[in-house]
Structure formats: C-alpha cells, structure tokens
C-alpha cells in the first residue's frame, strides 16, 4: 500500500513536470518596458567680430541670444524625415530635444548620417547676417562627444554641432598700412 502511494506521489511529480501549465507555481507573462532613447543636439551661437570676416574665427565673438536654429533630418532617400527651429538661451547655448525623431533604418538614418543644424534668424540688428562659419548655411554636421544620460527606461543620447555663428551687418572698411 505504501509503495502504491509513492507511485502515485512519483506519477504526479512527472506529470507536473510534464504539462508546466498545469502547475500551481506558473507564473504570469511579465510586461516588458521598451527602453526609450531620446536624440538631442547642444551647440552654441555667436556673432563673429569684423576682423575676422570671411573666415571661420570665432576670437573674441560673443554669444547671441534668442537666436535661432532649425534641425533637419533626411533620410536615407533624401527626404526630410524631421524639421524643428528651436532658441538659443540667454547665453547663446541650444538643447534641441528630437522630439519625435525616428530612425526606419539604423545605420543610414543615424542621426549622424542624416541630421544638420542651420542658422535661421538673429534678433540683433547689429549682427544678423549668415555665416558659413562651421557650414552654418548649408548644416552644421553632427558630432559624437561621448555624452549620454540613463535611466532605467531611457537613455538620452547628446550629439554636438558647430559653434555657429552670424556675423554683423556692417563692418567699416579695414585700411591697409
């Protein structure tokens, strides 16, 4: 009687291994969180002095408040897939969240491919000429500087582009000596 009941416990413990869904212990699917990943592009913009007019120094520049600057993106077939201006701070400095910015491939819609940042606009009347000061005109490419934040559902992901600059609308002559 003893052994019948052993072969019943030992007959159970076997189904139970063999059917796991019918087991008291199963566990309910987990909800897994997709890791979301935000693009964001910092640089700065600065008026760019007389002296140095028609080259790409920025000595002795000064930063330009409420300027502004548009991102765009293309994709691997050449078409826009992101546009936003976005405003430089008090100090000259933008933090340009790609809010929205979607990659349909990897490698060649990669932010580094496929995105530029123009200059639009000065509020100074001063300084309010475009420069092609680190191609400010044609895109500023992106650049990787090893930056980036984590959490546990997101990571920001932080390219660089320029320094930009404009430059003023008036520069007197300069004299030879």
């Excluded at 987990?30 to 002296?51: D, H, I, L, N, S």
């Excluded at 409420?66 to 546009?83: G, P």
Aim: include cysteine.
């Amino acid at each position: 009687m003893a052994m019948s009941k052993l072969t019943i416990v030992i007959s159970l413990l076997l189904l139970s291994m063999a059917f796991p869904s019918i087991t008291a212990s199963e566990e309910l699917p987990t909800k897994t969180v997709e890791k979301r990943v935000v693009v964001v592009v910092e640089g700065m913009v600065y008026c760019q002095k007389c002296e140095h007019f028609g080259t790409w120094s920025l000595a002795g520049a000064e930063p330009v408040p409420a300027s502004k600057i548009s991102v765009i993106c293309k994709d691997h077939k050449n078409r826009v897939s992101y546009y936003k201006a976005f405003e430089t701070d008090a100090h000259g400095y933008f933090y340009a969240q790609l809010e929205g910015f979607k990659m349909s491939h990897y490698l060649l819609d990669h932010p580094l491919h496929s995105c530029h940042v123009n200059l639009v606009s000065s509020p100074l009347k001063t300084c309010n000429l475009l420069s092609n000061v680190n191609y400010g005109l044609n895109g500023s490419p992106l650049r990787y500087e090893n930056k980036s934040l984590q959490g546990n559902n997101y990571e920001v992901v932080v390219f660089a582009a320029g320094p930009l600059a404009f430059r003023p609308s008036h520069c007197a002559p300069s004299t030879l000596p």
